[in-house]
């Protein structure tokens, strides 16, 4: 189950017995999935240009990134469902993730272009138009927002908040995340009344019906073509998460933060691998003949993300997780280095790429063939 970034692609370079190392595995029937903290395109969007780039037929039922499990907040099953709610979605390009929130089954979809095109004023400098925020791509505000003298029910409700995937105009997502925060219920516009009440539980703060505000990873870095990790969506949860406290004179910022290294993302992952599994043992008969799922190794570059979900992850099956650390992403022996990977960051194997990884998997399963 390999990360993306670092293990298989440079930005959109394969790295050095990628393509060779997921065909193996496909031509010998050994399932796998692509399990990755990127997001920002529609699955089908990103399988079909990873498949490309990897050499390599994938589906979207091997994939799963970063936001995939938001579409179990839609459920029809779920009690809590939030399809009919108001939600605002970001990213770097809102447009583009409110066409996957749709696509999810989100149906009051809102970005921060259509609050700036519509409020100009909300935000005091010139936005990053045009680059960032397509105009063309705005659509009406489903009420406006709230300004003194307007009726509350006339006025925008937001009811959650997500972070697709890296967003660019930090500066405007900051301060339209940090107004939901601080607003009366949602209404954006408005200051509620119990903010910095210290009579209050959390002296208020995030006390009077704020919507949640979901991010999809928790990458403080990432590996990318250059040479030393870039800042991931988890670099901006920080400077969001900074300014909160400032705001908050140092309460803490409560999030729902998806993606790996968290249970929810594994969980969910696992479910995937073994549908996909039984699809792909599945005999001429339609039976499922193999055996249930005994391990998974979980390649990765990352020990934040990759090696601690792995190790921390409790399978609802009792299959094991073994995690496996390549030298080709965000961590290196230079960077990190052996005081990096103690505790729950001690990978289970450290090898130089994904091919040593999936030769030291096979002989760990007793394969006689050769890779
Ligand atoms: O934004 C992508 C980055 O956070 C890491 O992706 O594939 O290495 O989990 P991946
Ligand atoms: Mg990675």
């Avoid at 770097?92 to 609050?115: H, L, M, Q, W």
């Avoid at 500066?171 to 509620?192: C, K, N, P, R, W």
Wanted: aromatic share 10%; hydrophobic share 35%.
């Amino acid at each position: 189950m390999p990360s993306i970034d670092g293990v298989l692609l440079h930005m959109s370079s394969p790295i050095p017995g990628a393509s060779e190392s997921l065909r193996f595995l496909q031509d010998n029937h050994i399932p796998f999935i692509l399990l990755t903290n990127g997001g920002g395109k529609l699955e089908s969007e990103r399988v079909a240009e990873l498949s490309a780039k990897l050499n390599v037929q994938l589906t979207v039922d091997n994939f799963v990134q970063s936001h995939t499990p938001f579409r179990q907040l839609v459920s029809p099953d779920s009690p809590d469902s939030l399809a009919d709610k108001t939600v605002l979605v970001t990213g770097a390009n809102s447009s583009k993730c409110r066409t996957i929130a749709e696509t999810y089954g989100f149906r009051n979809v809102v970005t921060p272009t259509d609050i700036l095109v519509a409020h100009r004023d909300v935000w005091p400098f010139e936005p990053l138009l045009d680059s960032v925020h397509m105009k063309e791509d705005a659509r009406p505000l489903p009420k406006p927002i709230f300004t003194p003298g307007k009726r509350l029910e006339d006025c925008l409700k937001i009811d959650a908040m997500f972070v697709f995937n890296d967003p660019r105009d930090w500066a405007v997502d900051i301060q339209l995340i940090t107004d939901l925060l601080m607003s009366q219920e949602g209404y954006i516009g408005t200051f509620s009344p119990r903010n910095g009440n210290d009579s209050l539980p959390g002296s208020g703060w995030q006390g009077h019906g704020q919507p949640e505000l979901y991010f999809s990873n928790a990458d403080l870095f990432w590996s990318t073509g250059f040479h030393q990790p870039r800042f991931g969506q988890g670099a901006f949860q920080a400077a969001v998460a900074g300014v909160w406290t400032r705001i908050t004179g140092g309460h803490e910022l409560r999030r729902k933060v998806m993606g790996k290294p968290y249970e929810e993302t594994y969980r969910f992952a696992e479910r995937v691998l073994n549908s996909y599994r039984n699809e792909l043992l599945r005999n001429g008969t339609g039976h499922v003949t193999a055996p249930p799922l005994r391990s998974v190794y979980m390649v990765g570059d990352n020990p934040e993300s990759d090696i601690a979900g792995a190790n921390d992850y409790n399978s609802e099956a009792g299959t094991d997780w073994r995690s496996v650390l390549v030298r080709t992403g965000v961590w290196t022996p230079e960077r990190g280095g052996e005081e990096a990977l103690q505790g729950r960051f001690k990978p289970k194997m450290v090898v130089n790429d994904v091919r040593e990884a999936v030769r030291w998997a096979l002989q760990k399963e007793g394969w006689k063939g050769v890779f």
